[in-house]
């Protein structure tokens, strides 16, 4: 993962998940709090794409043109993830902490 993702996934995650952090913030967080982190561990691509974004892109596609204004902008809202993600995949990911409390 990059330390400085691209303009448009650093604006997709700031209105979206605007708690968003980098992952030497996160650890910097968790030893603030009187954590030791013992490893972290990052989501691979393979698991973002093949079993996540390949299952939801479809149906999401699918519920874009819904009636339902609330249906169709959550569908066009996660098009859009899916969109930063295939353009700045590598710039971002899911980091799982292993930690223990001191």
Do not use: C
Request: no cysteine; charged share 25%.
């Amino acid at each position: 993962m990059s330390e400085v993702p691209p303009a448009a996934a650093r604006d997709f995650f700031r209105t979206g998940y605007p708690d968003m952090k980098l992952a030497t913030e996160n650890v910097g967080l968790a030893e603030e709090a009187g954590y030791r982190v013992l490893r972290t561990r990052t989501l691979s691509q393979a698991a973002w794409i093949d079993d996540y974004y390949e299952v939801l892109e479809p149906r999401a596609t699918a519920l874009a043109g819904h009636e339902d204004a609330a249906v169709r902008a959550f569908a066009q809202e996660t098009l859009k993830e899916i969109e930063v993600f295939k353009a700045a995949g590598d710039s971002y990911g899911y980091v799982l902490y292993l930690l223990q409390r001191l």
